[in-house]
């Protein structure tokens, strides 16, 4: 979907992305992490040539973007920005409206997506369409600025440190919220922050930056179970990192099918991190898992949730 | 009844009524005037009359502050695009040493030069207004967050999309106080153009400080005053209506 072939670009004598080659595949929520000023924000500002690259070459669904309208390229993109930038003298409906209106689509369709987009994020329509900026909250700021990136439906979606600076249970919900609106649209999302918890909750791959390399490149539990070098072993924790391990894995991952044990079932879906919290909290070693509709499917035992990850 | 209160109390409608009733029943005041001033021959100024003198004075100070508006906001746009940047220097040159004269200086400057007549008005009046008004335009662009810039570029607006619908309406508000600023020096300084051949309402003025006629200069300076009063509350209309997304406006 989108592929960086050594991409270089310098603000005077600072490289801020240093011959970077990477790629996104079509549907893939990957996050770029990395501390501050190691480019991140450049990177996703030269997928939309927000920012032109000194060198190397970057592809959309194959064709270089350089050889493309910036405005077209930008409105097949949702964008979300690191200051959320919503516009200040538009109601709420009027920048989700933003890009649709640019492509022109009829007033009713646009009002309908508003809606739609709206109650996705849990905004109650009625109370917002109308509402300027200033009159949110800044958790409330941040879900309009996703609805306005996600409104014409793109088959891109930008999104940089987009939950920042929020508590940490508006951002898990929001993360939540992200989650499944990814599952739902299949849209290939690009997603930058600085928080390894939100990337490893979040991502199918990770990109770790440094000074604008590319340090490591794979799926949260090869990061975790194989980081490259010390940077990304700073970055996921070191005191931590078993919780980060188990937070990755759920667990159907690890069930015993058919076995029983008394007690509330856990959801075969819950991450190996929350079946870990159950086993303390009741005191036992073994818990009974049910599946989504709540039929028994088996049990998680302590000891299988200590082996390692099975790598097959 | 509620609402024919509100708007008696409103100072726009209520300026406009008090300006109407100044300019067309001044004739009608004589009598007062010959009787605060019995010393004086002509109590009231006759040999224009006052609806075409207003009429003529605002022509001059709001044809004057129109030019300006257009060529003092293009050239504020054209410095804050990538290609008029350059120019950004010698445009804070011109408005910082413009702004040390008083209005008074550049009319009397320009008479020389221009000659006398409404033509050399117009132009020391509009030169006038163009410094506050591209001085407030670059301002006003300016204090448009980046974020916001980035925002609407990000999202495929190209450059007359971005500065008609965000820059612009973002920067009316700074904007329209120095068009404000614009306006009511030209109002007042309209008036002291009758002294370059212009008629104005500050014909009666200075006709009435030359023949020692209170009752003249009182009749064009209070025409003048209500003028400038339902421009002020004109203003603050517009202001209100352009800043409404601000917080705590509404
Ligand atoms: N327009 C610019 N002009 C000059 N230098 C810049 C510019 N944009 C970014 N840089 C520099 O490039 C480097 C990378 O910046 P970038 O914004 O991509 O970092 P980041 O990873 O997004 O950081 P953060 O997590 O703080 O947002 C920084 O050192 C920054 O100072
Ligand atoms: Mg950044």
Sequence with gaps: MIAFEGVT??????????????????GEFRVLIGPS????????????????????????EGED????????????????IQNIGL?????????????????GWPKARVRDRVTELLALLNLDPERYRGAYPHELSGGQQQRVGVARALAAEPQILLMDEPFSALDPITRGALQAEMAGIHKATGTTVVFVTHDMDEALALASRIAVLDRGRL???GTPLDILTDPADDRVRDLVGREDWGLKRLAVETVAERLRPGETAPGEPLAAGASLRQALAAMVARG????????????????????????????? | MSRLRSLLTDRLVLGLLVLAALVLGMPALKPLFAAAFPALDRPLYEADGFLALTLDHLALAGGASLIAVLLGGAAGIAVTRPFGREFRGILDAVAAMGQTFPPVAVLAVSVPVLGFGPAPALIALTLYGLLPIVENTVAGLESVPEPVREAARGMGMGPGALLWRVELPLAAPVILAGVRTAAVVNLGTAAIASTVGAKTLGLP???????????????????VAALAVVLDA??????????????GTD
């Design chain 2, 205 to 223: 003025i200075i006709v009435g400080l030359n023949g020692s006629n209170p009752a003249y200069v009182i009749q064009g300076a209070v025409i």
């Design chain 1, 284 to 312: 036992t070693d073994r818990l009974p898992v049910a599946d989504g509709q709540g039929r028994p499917v088996g049990t998680l035992h302590l000891a299988d949730l200590l082996r390692g990850p099975d790598r097959s």
């Design chain 2, 234 to 247: 004109g203003f603050d209309r517009l202001a209100a209506r352009l800043t409404r997304w601000r917080p």
């Design chain 1, 87 to 103: 516009f200040p003298h538009w109601t709420v409906e009027r920048n989700i409206a933003a890009v649709p209106d640019l492509l």
């Design chain 1, 9 to 26: 670009k310098r603000f005077g004598a600072w490289t801020a992305v240093d011959s970077l080659s990477l790629t996104v595949a079509a």
């Design chain 1, 37 to 60: 000023g190691s480019g991140k924000s450049t990177v996703l500002r030269m997928m939309n040539r927000l920012i032109a690259p000194d060198a190397g070459t970057i592809r959309v």
């Design chain 1, 215 to 217: 340090v490591q490149s």
């Design chain 1, 65 to 80: 973007i350089a050889r493309l309208k910036p405005e077209t390229l930008r409105r097949r993109m949702g964008y979300v």
